[in-house]
């Protein structure tokens, strides 16, 4: 025998009408949409929040990726700056005679056997910044050294500055002249 239902068996006592029930049904069944509707709504606002969030952690991942990359690349460069200058650097000795040259508006010093003091005057040689001192590369080497950092590089050639009319242009000042 099948069993009825507590609506059935309501109806069939009398206590209720079908009017009632039908509306009950309706009222439920309205209830239940609303609910599903709701659940949508609330599951496509946590996929959207999610997408986001992953889209936002992708982003950071990307920048820092990019970040990391730069740093390598910039470990790369000082690694073959300093395999330039150690492999190819010119000797100094400190009891040479001084060389001097500017460098950011400064008179800065360098001692350099004569034939590097040479070399730098006919600009054969550069000086280049190692490891916080100066050291003396054959030009071929600065300019590859300028490719990867130009900053690094101390190119002597007269200065502008030198060049604008002044009183004691007539007098030369010869290139092996010792301060």
Do not use: C
């Not at 049904?25 to 509707?37: H, L, V």
């Not at 659940?39 to 986001?52: G, H, I, M, P, S």
């Not at 400190?94 to 350099?112: G, L, M, W």
């Not at 003091?117 to 600009?123: D, F, N, P, Q, Y």
């Amino acid at each position: 025998m099948k069993s009825l239902s507590l609506q059935d068996q309501l109806l069939k006592a009398g206590l209720t009408s079908k009017t009632k029930a039908h509306k009950v049904n309706t009222d439920k069944r309205k209830q239940t949409q609303r609910k599903q509707k709701n659940k949508v709504q609330v599951v496509d606002r946590a996929a959207v929040l999610a997408e986001e969030a992953k889209a936002r952690q992708l982003e950071k991942d990307r920048l820092l990726n990019e970040k990391r990359n730069r740093k390598a690349e910039k470990r790369q460069i000082a690694a073959q700056i300093a395999q330039l200058v150690k492999a190819n650097k010119l000797a100094k000795d400190d009891e040479a005679p001084v060389f001097h040259f500017t460098y950011n508006n400064e008179i800065k010093s360098i001692y350099v056997p004569e034939n590097v003091r040479k070399s730098l005057i006919a600009e054969k040689a550069v000086i280049v910044m190692f490891a916080g001192h100066y050291e003396v590369v054959p030009a071929e080497i600065a300019q590859k050294i300028a490719e990867r950092d130009s900053k690094r590089v101390i190119y002597l050639q007269p200065d502008e500055a030198d060049k604008v009319d002044d009183g004691y242009a007539d007098y030369a000042v010869p290139d092996d002249l010792m301060w």
